[in-house]
């Protein structure tokens, strides 16, 4: 089993999890409300003659747990549906390896 995790902006979580499910038939999905910043080092805002700088933007963070056969498969579907088209800020995805994987209801081990 590996764990598959992705830092993406808000506005395409819905589009990178209907596309894992659409491309790799994989369902599963934990999504946690993040803020951060890579290279773009956060924005500026402008409100009624001031300005303001956001160091940290609007994140989230998916986290998928995947049999070892589809972790290219669902790392490549978040990558293509996470790309925005701007310049920087589109996130991260990322694999490691988990061990020990049970369900919480039936306890049994995957």
């Given at each position: 089993m ?14 990178v999890?209907?596309a894992?499910?659409e491309?790799t ?40 747990v ?5 972790v290219?498969?669902?790392?490549e579907?978040?990558?293509d ?18 061990a020990n ?6 306890g049994?081990?995957?």
């Open positions: 590996q764990k598959v995790e992705a830092v993406v902006i808000r506005e395409r979580v819905e589009t999890i209907d894992v499910e491309q038939g994989h369902v599963g999905v934990t999504v946690v409300e993040a803020v951060g910043h890579g290279r773009e080092r956060g924005i500026t805002h402008e409100y009624r003659g001031r300005v303001f700088e956001s160091r940290f933007l609007p994140k989230a963070l998916l986290t998928f995947v049999e070892d056969g589809a290219r498969a669902v790392v579907a978040i990558a549906a996470a790309r925005s088209g701007n310049e920087s800020g589109d996130g991260l995805v990322w694999s490691s390896p988990v994987v049970t369900h919480n209801r039936t049994r081990p995957l």
